[in-house]
């Protein structure tokens, strides 16, 4: 990875993001939303206007929670800008994302809101060795959510996304058509979920009783910083659980 990256665990599932909140990975770089040994998730990409905003701070708020806190991309940081972004991700088995942009201007503005989503569903040797990956990938739109996918056989693994705001949907992500009066905001939660096939049933996390953190193991060896850079964010390690529902991808 390059430049610094941001972690966060929740028993079996992690995600790496740069410190803008984006996940931009490749077979050798080790970004993205992790869960039994898969990544369901490769590419996360925010832009506002087609720009990727500019990164004001980053703040770890619990070992699975995490706020990003940015402006738009203007070539430099040192702005008065009049908009501001907030990331907040937490992570269970997928994700959830708040994304919410205030408008500090007198005047309304009108702005294109895009999330660039795609899987590569490499598992975890694949990512490590760059291994080419077999059979199929796909994506489309049913029922109102973004679906990633892939398939070899009978195995299969998905990644489905959805929106609380209005957006459009294709097979490259969400867009948003915003209008933020003056002095307001605008915001929408988008959800990650995964599924480990027909009879998947995803574990619920109950962070009032203190949820387990584990899995440390497997991100660890994924995420361990190569010279000179650095890694944020807070996580227990532990011994990661063996393999997961169905094995280790085909």
Do not use: C
């Amino acid at each position: 990875m390059s430049g610094q990256s941001v972690s966060i665990l929740e028993g079996n599932t992690f995600v790496v993001s740069d410190r803008a909140g984006n996940v931009s990975a490749t077979l050798t770089e080790a970004e993205g939303l992790f869960a039994w040994d898969t990544r369901f998730l490769s590419r996360w990409v925010l832009t506002i206007d087609g720009k990727v905003p500019n990164v004001l701070s980053t703040d770890d708020l619990h070992y699975y929670e995490v706020q990003f806190f940015l402006v738009p991309g203007t070539g430099t940081i040192y702005v008065d800008a009049d908009l501001s972004i907030m990331r907040k991700r937490a992570v269970g088995s997928g994700f959830s994302e708040d994304i919410l942009i205030r408008n500090e201007s007198p005047k309304p503005v009108h702005l294109n809101v895009h999330l660039e989503a795609a899987a590569d569903f490499a598992d975890l040797f694949e990512v490590k060795d760059a291994q080419p990956k077999k059979g199929e990938l796909y994506q489309g739109v049913r029922d109102g959510r973004l679906t990633l996918g892939y398939k070899r056989g009978t195995f299969n693994r998905e990644t489905y996304i959805t929106s609380t705001a209005p957006a459009t949907i294709d097979g490259q992500g969400l867009s948003f058509d915003v209008n933020i009066p003056a002095h307001s905001e605008w915001s929408t939660r988008i959800e990650v979920e995964i599924s480990l096939g027909p009879d998947w049933i995803p574990a619920t996390v109950d962070r009032a009783r203190g949820g387990a953190a584990r899995g440390g193991a497997t991100h660890n060896a994924l995420t361990a910083p190569r010279p000179g850079t650095t890694t944020q964010g807070r996580g227990p390690s532990a011994a990661a659980d063996a393999g997961g529902p169905g094995g280790p991808p085909a």
